[in-house]
């Protein structure tokens, strides 16, 4: 079992910046990939970054990559997203997930919900102009 835990979430004015945690704790060991997804209200769940915990190979959404860097600190078992140059189109819940070695799912890859097998609560950013 894998526990997720966000924060960092808020108000903050367009063009300001955010970084978000995703505190995880329980058999982290067994995790293979993490990542950010966010979900707008009325719209499904989208992944925005992952990361590899084993070489630590990074990936985006091609239309974040410039603003968004997704990062661990190792020794806390803390994943970040820091989250720069913010647009009121980037107010969504923010959710960190986990997939574990072994978890097996077909037909989905690493930014389809589906490919985790652990989620966060969810942490909500709301950008104002």
């Known amino acids: 079992q894998v526990q997720l835990m966000e924060s960092g979430g808020g108000s903050v004015q367009a063009g300001g910046s955010l970084r978000l945690s995703c505190a995880a704790s329980?058999?982290?060991?067994?995790?293979?990939?993490m990542a950010w997804f966010r979900q707008a209200p009325g719209k499904e769940r989208k992944g925005v970054a992952s990361l590899d915990t084993g070489g630590g190979a990074t990936h985006y959404v091609t239309s974040l990559k410039d603003r968004f860097t997704i990062s661990r600190d190792n020794a806390k078992n803390t994943l970040y997203l820091q989250m720069n140059s913010l647009q009121l189109e980037d107010t969504a819940g923010y959710y960190c997930?986990?997939?574990?070695?072994?978890?097996?799912?077909?037909?989905?890859?690493?930014?389809?919900?589906?490919?985790?097998?652990?989620w966060g609560q969810g942490t909500q950013v709301t950008v104002s102009s």
């Open positions: 997930a986990a997939r574990t070695v072994g978890y097996t799912a077909y037909g989905v890859a690493r930014f389809d919900a589906g490919f985790y097998n652990y």
């Open positions: 329980g058999d982290t060991g067994s995790v293979s990939v």
